[in-house]
């Protein structure tokens, strides 16, 4: 199935097997998942999301550091 992440610094669409975590497609498109908050809908997703169906995913890039 085709995932696809977007956002202002991420526009990637991945193929991952359909029981693999958003984690596991964040990596697989060379996204760090501790640097980034994936939402769908207006709703925050949880990394540990078990994927079921193609989807596209709203990626915002935390900022820390001073």
Do not use: C
Not at 31 to 42: A, E, K, R
Not at 50 to 61: A, D, H, K, P, W
Request: net charge negative; no cysteine.
């Amino acid at each position: 199935m085709e995932i696809r992440f977007k956002g202002r610094d991420h526009d990637v669409k991945v193929n991952v097997d359909v029981g693999q975590t958003v984690r596991q497609a964040l990596t697989e498109a060379d996204i760090l998942p501790s640097t980034v908050i994936v939402s769908y809908d207006g709703t925050i997703v949880p990394h540990a999301t078990v994927l079921s169906q193609s989807v596209e995913f709203l990626v915002i890039t935390i900022s820390s550091g001073g």
